[in-house]
């Protein structure tokens, strides 16, 4: 539109700015406010030493999650790299390292996307049609770090509060952890957000959150690396399955 789009473009980046600067203020807020859950969480159990176990049991949390996410990472995804993507996982994560320390150091599927991308292509010789495509998709939607992990914190919540979760409850939990993971953003701590809708599906307290804030910051960056991984394993297996179906659209793959 030349001229005339630089008033949607100015519109759209000054609202982009705006939501920006609240999104800073937030931050800077959310030490005090985490600071005040805790706080009232430790006086709800009457003391320190009370509220002890309480914090051994965030240590066993995240530990499962890190587990889960490693068993992900390392036994599920390369299985499928392998058998369905017909490619060598040690050579693949090899050629996505910049794009994992990336994406572990910035907690952000989003902000890893170009990195993402020129690890499938320059390194893993995926063709730019198949990375354009699933890459961005998968940034935003194909989150199994992000669904396992939700799906661990709501159990987590769960048992804190003495809430028995029947074989129902633990299969909306599945389901709603998979859709909240779908809706989640490729941004840091997006998961938290969305993860009320778990908790709400399953009539669980949404305070709950707040005993899980504090690790966060770190869980977020071991999720988003798994995210990334996840996204980077889907781009070699839609590229083998597209060469097979069409050898001669997939001839700009090596
Ligand atoms: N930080 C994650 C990502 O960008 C989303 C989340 O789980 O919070 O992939």
Redesign the pocket.
Known sequence: MGKRGHTAIDFISALNDGVMQIVHWIMVFAPIGIFGLVAGRIGRAGGFTQFLPELLAVGKYSFTVIFGLAIHAVIALPIILFLVGKRNPLTYVKGMGAALLN?FST????ATLPLTMEGTEKKNGISNRTSSFVLPLG?TIN?D??AL?EAVAAMFIAQVYGIDLGPVEQVVIFLTATVA?IG?????????VTMMIVLKAVGLPIEGIGLILTIDWFL?RC??TV??WGDSVGAGVIETLESEVAPEQGADSP
Do not use: F, K, Q, W
């Open positions: 994406a907690a952000s599927s989003s940034a989150m770090g992000t992990y993971a989640a953003a490729g941004i840091p701590e997006a998961g938290l977020d999720r988003t995210n990334v």
